[in-house]
């Protein structure tokens, strides 16, 4: 079993956004029983709140669903439940290096790194373009998958 956290600054635009698109990924690949998926936050300021509007309206556009889903903080224990921390911004990275030390860098990963254009995933929040986000989401969750599965041959 494989399990992966998708990690943004609040859990409501991008991390919750990675965790929908790489859950329809897997299950088209037939592959959803391999892996536990979920995304968390950096920051306590949305936490509670549900996935905004704009991240819902562009998953429904693409046909994938979106559960109910309300910002969770991610915490130092997170470290040991799960295989894989993909940020979404170099920010996200260096939190989630505060938070379970320098030594975690072998689990820390921005999730485009995986791409052939390493970048990070602007944050819809505050471009209000919820398409960009996506397309360099669904780049990300691609070639990440495609990482794990070589690695894995």
């Known amino acids: 079993m494989t399990r992966v956290m998708f990690v943004c600054h609040g859990n409501i635009c991008r991390s919750p956004m990675a965790e929908f698109v790489f859950k329809d990924m ?3 690949e037939g592959k959803e029983k391999n892996f536990t998926v979920c995304s968390r936050a950096t920051s306590e300021e949305e936490i509670g709140n549900p996935v905004h509007t704009g991240t819902l309206t562009k998953l429904k556009k693409e ?6 889903h309300r ?4 915490v130092k224990e997170d ?3 799960y295989d894989y921390f993909l940020g979404m911004d170099v920010s996200n990275v260096n939190s989630m290096r505060r ?3 320098r030594h975690a860098d072998v ?3 921005r999730l485009l790194d995986f791409t052939k254009n390493p970048r990070d995933i602007a944050d819809p929040w505050y471009t209000g ?5 996506y397309r360099d989401i669904a780049e990300g969750c691609k070639e990440f998958f495609t990482w794990l599965t070589h690695k894995n041959a």
């Open 129 to 133: 373009d919820f398409d960009a986000c």
């Open 99 to 101: 938070l379970f030390s």
């Open 107 to 109: 689990k820390i990963y």
């Open 63 to 68: 046909g994938i669903a979106a559960p109910p």
């Open 79 to 81: 470290y040991y439940r």
């Open 26 to 28: 897997l299950a088209r």
């Open 71 to 74: 910002a969770t903080l991610l």
